[in-house]
């Protein structure tokens, strides 16, 4: 052991550290600080370890502890207080805070910022901020935060007042009453009930690292689990050796795939994902589990899983998934490598196409991305006698007891989960990572585990979006009025199931995008490979089709002589059209009123493209969707809010305390909000920018209950009382259905941007209308959008994760090509209100809309400055992709950079 002395937030301070331990383990193992976040450790990238040393920001991942000797270091819990008020009040006020995980480290950075008198100036605070990732925000929000941080610091006040960005509704841009019918305001109520700003739930904690994420929390006696993973995409598994692991002191059990009393394989839909493969069995990926390692500390537990020795007989991978479809290729699952097709058809595209003026037949291709939410999945599993509490970070927590309960060979009533808000999902924590073996390691061993994936192994675990080829056969009209729509779609949905056959489905009902068309063919295939498996992401399969069709219209446009306007209005979706799989419009369908909302700004740019977007709000096809809650009036006058949904960032812990004020009159700061596995509060998966929408509805019924009690009671005599409310829909169909009224979704969200290019070609602004039907909360609605924006952007132009033969390039955060704050231009977004007939309130889905359009958008903006088509993504040849590494990019002879081999 080794010992370091320094100063920590004003006080001596010795630490005792084993060799080979980062200045962030110190911190956080040893002296309790958890502010500073583990993001990527010990890449030192995404700067949520942020702390100060001597008096100016750095990376404590970075550092070796040797390097702090009597030095003095601050963290968020040493600052003044007067300063963390003014940098927390700004936080919140601004909306800068979603899943907040990578806030505290920027927080610290803002303090210096302060003291040096630079924080009230935009361009240093950007300058400042390339040291740090937000996969939530966009940016836009934090720099604005900064920003009024410091003009308050500097003024001796407190921040207060509306953000500074408020002009959600389009005043500027002369729209006037929200842009379309709705509640009419041209500015956000006041107050905390619906339609208001009102205050991030627990908004302060998350910004000076107070509120605990599951690798903040410990409990006594508790131990720590580390993940041994395949080394190779596909090969029998020989040996494991755990030997040498268990010979290491403080090393307490090697658990493996003979451990597991009950079912050894998971999964949302289908059970094909081992919890972890056994001897004798052939490898599906590098991200398959081997063994669980349980020690006292969690640096011991990492070194100990780096000693487990496994040998393996290699196999060659299959990793294309057109290669995969062939009758001789290993089958990697017994079923075959088709996971699933998805086709259906409605009209005579054969005949429309014969008929029609124009034909267009053209290839698209996307490209495989990681999620990069910034908290590694992390799970602490903790023993009560029979039961078993499990504190998961998914998006399900109901999933999560059902299939930790098999596993275990338990009942489900036996295991209770509760979620604690994570650090951003975007649909990657759908998937069980760590709960069942963390779980199950709680079990045997009768003590408290902690697990907490490496950002490495992240990255090797969790599905990724689908990387998805599809041709495209269109036909249209001499005015360019759309005709016909066949589409073949085929994804690597990687080697496990997922959701992954959703994910095709929803890509093939996208097909046609938000435009109307009168004969449609799609069929969609999902396809095993060896490659990382891929599930669901922010979009869904929308994002994927929409790149193509809009390509699509953008061709047309050429071919009748019209802009990319006017093509768009031509055939755009309204009220009585019908959807790709048939679905009637209704009167909320507010698709043509965003792309009105957006005809100036693209009309007067040189240098613009535009494209429309649609996106279902609930999963449908045929499925129930459904919010539940459950308000329970505890003594003292407070409130706790049950549900079954997971706050992941998107705010919806808020919504439901604003709901309650709405419904009820009472103050938010009465409310408590958990999301927990009881029977009460059954919703399914936190999924297909649903939560909002059914979960306010659902609120709404119980807090109408509680109001009810209210008229006759005070709030403290009703308390034990609770309060149930249930909101349902089990209308929707399957695509393909033999109905004559097919109606695949609840509902759907709309959206059309323009993306402007500088006379450089390079990103200058994004202009964002969306339907968003009733914006519950504005500033939370418009961050969710600038955010997602901000994420379609990266997925246009530089982000990417590519593999050969199986195997990851990089599992480098750096090297996944995600815009940071410099590279991200300004940000308009414009909230539409068309209500809707099902959602709370009238609301509609905005979580995933976002980036629908963007990439097809990003890529009409390319064609108008440089005349070059492009019908792949990421368009990293484009002057606009500036964050791509140069260790990603590949110099042709002209010195353009092009994708790498694999890629």
């Not at 929390?217 to 029998?236: F, I, Q, T, W």
């Not at 309960?405 to 951003?424: C, H, P, W, Y």
Request: net charge negative; with cysteine; charged share 20%.
């Amino acid at each position: 052991m080794l010992e370091v002395r320094f100063v920590l937030n004003g006080t001596d301070t010795t630490a005792v550290y084993e060799e080979g331990m980062h200045f962030l383990e110190v911190l956080r193992e040893h002296c309790g600080i958890t502010s500073p976040k583990d993001g990527c450790a010990p890449q030192g990238y995404c700067g949520c370890c942020t702390i100060l040393v001597g008096g100016r920001p750095a990376l404590a991942c970075l550092r070796d502890p040797v390097t702090i000797r009597d030095k003095e270091v601050m963290t968020l819990e040493g600052i003044p207080e007067r300063q963390r008020e003014v940098l927390a009040r700004a936080f919140v006020k601004e909306g800068a805070v979603q899943c907040g995980f990578c806030i505290p480290g920027i927080v610290a950075r803002a303090s210096w910022l302060l003291g040096r008198g630079l924080a009230a100036d935009p361009l240093e605070v950007t300058k400042a901020l390339s040291g740090h990732l937000c996969r939530c925000t966009g940016f836009t929000r934090i720099v604005d935060a900064i920003c009024t941080a410091g003009e308050a610091w500097d003024q001796g006040t407190l921040p207060e007042g509306p953000p500074r960005n408020a002009d959600f509704f389009g005043a500027a841009f002369g729209l006037g009453d929200n842009g379309a019918p709705g509640n009419g305001d041209s500015v956000p109520r006041s107050g905390d009930g619906v339609g208001t700003c009102s205050n991030r739930y627990r908004g302060q904690d998350h910004a000076l690292g107070t509120k605990p994420y599951i690798a903040d929390m410990k409990v006594d006696g508790m131990l720590h689990g580390a993940m041994v993973l395949s080394e190779h995409p596909r090969a029998e598994v020989l040996s494991i050796d755990t030997s040498a692991a268990l010979a290491m002191e403080g090393v307490e059990r090697v658990i493996t795939a003979g451990d597991v009393p009950g079912e050894r394989f998971v999964g949302l839909i289908r059970h094909d994902w081992p919890i972890f493969v056994a001897c004798g069995e052939i490898t599906r990926c590098v991200g398959d589990v081997l063994a669980l390692v349980v020690a006292d500390t969690q640096f011991l537990a990492r070194r100990a899983a780096d000693a487990v020795a496994v040998t393996y007989a290699q196999l060659k991978p299959v990793t294309d998934p057109i290669a995969a479809l062939e009758p001789d290729a290993p089958a990697i699952h017994e079923g075959g490598n088709l996971l699933e097709l998805c086709a259906f058809a409605r009209g005579d595209v054969d005949a429309a196409l014969a008929q029609s003026v124009h034909v267009i037949e053209q290839t698209f291709r996307t490209q495989r991305i990681e999620h990069a939410y910034l908290e590694p999945e992390a799970c602490l599993a903790v023993p009560e006698g029979d039961r078993l509490k499990v504190y998961s970070q998914g998006q399900g927590v109901h999933d999560d007891q059902t299939q930790i309960a098999a596993v275990l060979g338990l009942e489900t009533e036996q295991i209770d989960v509760e979620l604690v808000s994570n650090g951003g999902a975007f649909g990657g924590k759908e998937d069980l990572s760590v709960q069942a073996q963390t779980a199950l390691a709680a079990r045997l061993l009768g003590r408290p585990v902690r697990t907490v994936l490496t950002r490495e192994q992240s990255i090797r675990i969790h599905p990724k979006r689908h990387p998805i080829t599809m041709h495209y056969t269109v036909g249209a009209d001499a005015q360019g009025h759309l005709t016909a729509v066949r589409a073949r779609m085929i994804g690597d949905t990687g080697a496990y199931a997922s959701v992954g056959m959703k994910v095709l489905e929803r890509a093939a009902g996208h097909c046609c995008g938000a435009y109307q068309v009168p004969n449609v063919q799609v069929e969609a295939r999902t396809v095993y490979t060896n490659n990382p498996p891929c599930g669901a992401m922010r979009g869904f399969g929308a994002n994927q089709a929409a790149f193509a069709i809009d390509g699509i219209l953008d061709l047309l446009a050429e071919r009748v002589g019209v802009d990319g306007y006017d093509i768009r209005e031509r055939n755009i979706l309204g009220p009585g059209d019908r959807f790709a799989t048939g679905q009637l419009m209704t009167a909320s369908c507010g698709v043509r009123q965003t792309l009105e909302a957006v005809r100036e700004v693209y009309k007067s740019a040189r240098y613009a493209g535009i494209a429309c977007g649609i996106k279902n709000t609930g999963i449908g096809n045929g499925m129930e969707d459904s919010g539940r809650v459950r308000i329970e009036v505890a003594p003292g006058g407070r409130l706790r809010i049950v549900t079954g949904y997971t706050e992941m960032g998107q705010g919806l812990f808020t919504i439901l305390r604003q709901v309650v004020c709405e419904e009820t009159g009472l103050s938010p700061e009465i409310m408590e909000v958990l999301a927990i596995s009881d029977p009460d509060v059954v919703c399914g998966m936190t999924t297909a920018s649903r939560a909002t929408a059914l979960n306010s509805a659902a609120t709404q019924i119980a807090a109408r209950e509680l109001s009810d009690a209210l008229s006759e009671s005070s709030l403290e005599d009703l308390a034990g009382r609770c309060f149930r409310g249930e909101y349902v829909c089990d209308f929707t169909t399957k695509p393909g259905a033999d109905t004559d009224e097919p109606r695949t979704h609840l509902t759907f969200g709309y959206a059309t941007q323009v993306v402007v290019l500088d006379e450089d070609g390079r990103l200058e602004r994004v202009v964002a209308a969306h339907d968003v039907g009733r914006a519950i909360n504005p500033l939370l609605c418009a961050g969710q959008i600038e955010g997602s924006v901000h994420m379609g952007l990266g997925y246009a132009l530089s982000e990417d994760l590519p593999c050969t033969g199986g195997h990851l390039d990089s599992l480098l955060l750096r090297d996944l090509g995600i815009l940071k704050a410099k590279e991200t231009p300004r940000i308009d977004v414009i909230l539409v209100e068309v209500p809707d007939e099902v959602g709370g309130y009238g609301s509609k889905g905005v979580g995933e809309i976002g980036l629908v359009p963007t990439a097809g958008a990003v890529a009409g903006a390319l064609y108008a400055y440089d005349g070059v088509r492009r019908f792949e993504l990421p368009m990293i040849d484009a002057p606009a992709a500036t964050a791509v590494p140069k260790s990603r990019r590949v110099e042709t002879a002209k010195g353009s950079a092009a994708p790498p081999p694999g890629g």
